[in-house]
């Protein structure tokens, strides 16, 4: 159990940092009516965490870093916790209904592209 304190800590220090980007973020894309900032941290995290995987599995990644950017950083960033609270928080069926289907859409298309930006840097 104690062989795995640092890898607890690297996924806890990215963690820190994620949560901190996403709050930073949160406060700079403050938008009224559509949950614009959730959405962009879940594509942008979706992308980033497809990316860094797929380097990871070719070899290119430690699994320290895997660790701490993928697991604790991106875990952190990264809200389908908000995403449902924004989404019934919405006021109104068309708006709810748009931000579910605009993130489940982008995210899958950001982590697909993600996956094919990594196997292109890595060729």
């Not at 019934?88 to 605009?102: E, H, K, R, T, Y």
Request: proline content about 2%; cysteine-free; glycine content about 10%.
């Amino acid at each position: 159990m104690l062989e795995k304190i640092p890898n607890l800590a690297l996924v806890g220090f990215g963690g820190i940092l994620g949560t901190m980007t996403r709050y930073l973020l949160s406060i700079m894309i403050n938008h009224e009516r559509f949950p614009l900032s959730t959405f962009i941290v879940n594509v942008l995290g979706s992308f980033l965490l497809g990316f860094l995987m797929t380097m990871h599995e070719s070899d290119r990644l430690s699994q320290d870093w895997a660790l701490l950017l993928g697991v604790g950083y991106m875990g952190s960033l990264t809200t389908m916790s908000t995403f449902a609270v924004d989404t019934i928080s919405s006021g109104s069926f068309q708006l709810g209904s748009l931000n579910i289907i605009l993130t489940l859409t982008f995210v899958l298309v950001g982590a697909i592209l993600g996956r094919f930006t990594a196997l292109f840097v890595l060729n």
